[in-house]
């Protein structure tokens, strides 16, 4: 079992430009969650996906953008970059249980990305 | 919504000492929680989870945390630290069927020989 794999490991950009980010999810897990991880604190929850829509979101701008596939992978997309969106990227993915309160979510390595 | 509130940026202990990391929650609902490790360049790790069973909940790698209501407190512990637990470590809180998870802003621990 691969786990949940994120590409790319590193990424450099400048202002202005936008980004894509990439996850594939834990095999049999078919929710992902995407949060931000600036240096120094804890992560921030940007926004989760499941059956290829957005089901829920954090206090994020909508300059972050996501997608989910049919194979349940998922993308984060950031336009218009700010200095302040560097941060480490992390994807989460779960299995939704309707019958569960919770989902336990297993987070991958993330994606490093440097605003210039 | 539901926060956490971890005590203590850095946490310095010897080898062999007892390990306590704090974390404090505000939650409207009852909550469930969560400790994270995260060892450099790395993703998060789940240590353990509380969800509303035993209020004292057992994780991977000998620690363990006690779900205090009345203190609105999940703290982490354990008996013996080793060299090995150096890392960065996380709590964080969700609610009932509430994916949002909220994560508190870590504490270093440091492990000294």
């Known amino acids: 079992d691969a786990g949940v794999t994120q590409s790319p490991t590193h990424l450099i950009k400048t202002r202005g430009q936008q980004v894509t980010l990439r996850c594939s999810p834990k095999s049999g897990h078919d929710t992902v969650s995407w949060y931000q991880q600036a240096l120094g604190q804890g992560p921030q929850f940007i926004f989760q996906?499941?059956?290829?829509?957005?089901?829920q979101r954090g206090n994020f701008p909508d300059r972050f953008s996501g997608h989910q596939f049919p194979n349940y992978s998922s993308e984060l997309n950031v336009n218009a970059l700010l200095l302040g969106d560097s941060a480490l990227y992390l994807c989460?993915?779960?299995?939704?249980?309707?019958?569960?309160?919770?989902?336990?979510?297993?987070f991958g390595p993330g994606t490093r990305l440097t605003v210039l | 919504a539901q926060s956490v509130t971890q005590l203590g940026s850095h946490v310095s202990v010897s080898e062999g000492a007892l390990v306590l990391l704090r974390c404090n929650y505000s939650s409207s609902v009852p909550p469930y929680l969560f400790w994270y490790v995260q060892y450099p360049n790395q993703g998060l790790q789940l240590l353990l989870k509380y969800t509303s069973a035993a209020t004292l909940v057992k994780g991977i790698n000998g620690f363990e945390a006690e779900f205090k209501k009345s203190e609105t407190s999940f703290h982490l512990t354990k008996p013996s630290a080793h060299m090995s637990d150096a890392a960065e470590y996380f709590c964080?809180?969700?609610?009932?069927?509430?994916?949002?998870?909220?994560f508190g802003a870590g504490t270093r621990l440091t492990v000294k020989p």
């Open positions: 964080a809180v969700s609610e009932y069927n509430n994916n949002d998870m909220r």
């Open positions: 996906y499941y059956e290829e829509e957005e089901r």
């Open positions: 989460a993915s779960s299995f939704y249980y309707r019958d569960r309160p919770y989902n336990e979510q297993f």
